[in-house]
């Protein structure tokens, strides 16, 4: 297997995961949770209620991250967690009605900064990479995989492994979770089938689909510990986005300060603004048939569909020295158009909330809140990659790849490597 120390290329690395004992709890999908930033306060409380031994308890723990270290090494002494006896990669499968998705959960190379193995398409903040890193540090464990895409292809001898793997073995384990997403893994331990991947990947490059905070915490562990060792490496799903295309979903914005009908008032200082009336899905249909910049605003007056921004004031908002690709987002425009100069609002986490996916969801907080909705269309795939490819980002929250992993199904711990 290749060593990242020494080896610049991309390394996907067998280990031995950390999986629940299914006849020590109530059931996997009890046990296991979405990431730890798609989870809010009530969902939390859900989680903690419904099963005591919930994933939740280990990455978003009430008190502080020792004493949730101390649970894991509980789990672990009494049996709740088990360490498998070898190390493997994992085929992972994820089902979500049409959607099948398929690809490697392993222990990957963590590079540095600029070596353009695996790209980020967002920035990261300070905050979150400091909690992260707090977590891990007492945990000495990966208890998320992150979700990186390279472009492999059907004939690739890694995805000739993956689908001769999941049609031929049966799996290690099987479960469907609330969100109507079915789940299966399988172990590749075979040292020849391990050694095929390996080849094939060496040369590509990734890209962070989900997960930007988490690697840049697996690149501040590495800086923290002196010399090689497992904080080489970090919890990663691959998934090759040509055999396996992506999903990429919307975030919504939630401005709880901003009332509705202010919002629409500024916003025609730079948008055709048109109002549409009570009906949510026919403003996201209207939303939808848009390929130029738009916005869906909602809250207690309705919906109103902002497009045509006026180009002038779209390029004096802009970064000087971003390219028109970048420019062309809709996330960019939102940014640093709408939000700021029209709005007047500093974007932070307590000024601009975010939702995934569920634009109902959305509304409903704005209305509570007497705010205003802001409903994106998602971003192009071909977009995400040319702006990773050209060394730049996207505003922060501009896409949400799916289906993610499911936390809790399978983790790492520095002890079992």
Do not use: C
Request: zero cysteines.
């Amino acid at each position: 297997m290749p060593d990242v120390t020494s080896d610049p290329g991309l390394a996907l690395r067998p280990f031995r995961a950390v999986r629940y004992d299914t006849a020590r709890v109530s059931s996997l999908a009890a046990v296991t949770s979405p990431p730890y930033d798609l989870i809010d306060e009530e969902s939390l409380g859900r989680f903690e209620a419904e099963e005591p031994h919930n994933v939740v308890r280990l990455i978003l723990p009430e008190n502080d991250y020792q004493e949730a270290a101390e649970t894991l090494r509980s789990w672990l002494a009494s049996g709740i967690l088990t360490v498998d006896d070898e190390p493997a990669l994992y085929v992972y499968e994820e089902v979500s009605g049409a959607v099948v998705q398929r690809g490697l959960i392993g222990a990957v190379g963590v590079h540095d900064e600029g070596s353009r193995v695996i790209l980020p398409h967002e920035h990261v903040y300070p905050g979150p990479v400091r909690d992260r890193l707090a977590l891990m540090s007492a945990m000495e464990a990966n208890l998320e995989p992150i979700f990186l895409l390279y472009e492999g292809g059907a004939d690739s001898a890694a995805a000739r492994v993956v689908d001769d793997v999941a049609s031929s073995l049966p799996p290690v384990l099987e479960t469907a979770t609330g969100d109507d997403v079915r789940h299966r893994l399988w172990a590749i331990r075979d040292p020849a089938a391990q050694a095929r991947i390996a080849e094939d990947l060496h040369g590509r490059q990734a890209l962070i689909a989900d997960g930007h905070h988490r690697y840049a915490t697996y690149q501040a562990l590495r800086r923290r510990y002196d010399g090689p060792g497992p904080w080489d490496y970090g919890l990663a799903l691959l998934v090759d986005s040509v055999a396996y295309p992506p999903r990429l979903g919307a975030i919504h914005r939630v401005l709880p300060g901003l009332p509705l009908s202010e919002a629409v008032r500024r916003a025609k200082a730079a948008f055709r603004v048109e109002a549409l009336g009570p009906d949510l899905p026919a403003g996201l249909e209207r939303l939808a048939a848009r390929t130029d910049t738009a916005f869906l605003l909602g809250g207690e007056a309705g919906f109103f569909l902002l497009t045509d921004p006026d180009p002038v004031q779209v390029d004096r908002s802009m970064p000087e020295d971003a390219s028109d690709r970048w420019r062309g987002l809709d996330t960019a425009v939102l940014h640093h158009l709408l939000i700021p100069r029209l709005w007047g609002i500093e974007d932070d986490e307590r000024t601009v909330r975010i939702v995934h996916h569920d634009a109902a969801r959305a509304v409903d907080k704005a209305r509570r809140a007497g705010g205003t909705a802001v409903i994106l269309n998602p971003l192009k795939v071909p977009d995400v990659l040319a702006v990773a490819a050209n060394g730049e980002k996207v505003p922060r929250k501009s896409t949400s790849f799916g289906p993610k992993p499911r936390t809790g199904l399978v983790m790492r711990t520095f002890a079992a490597g």
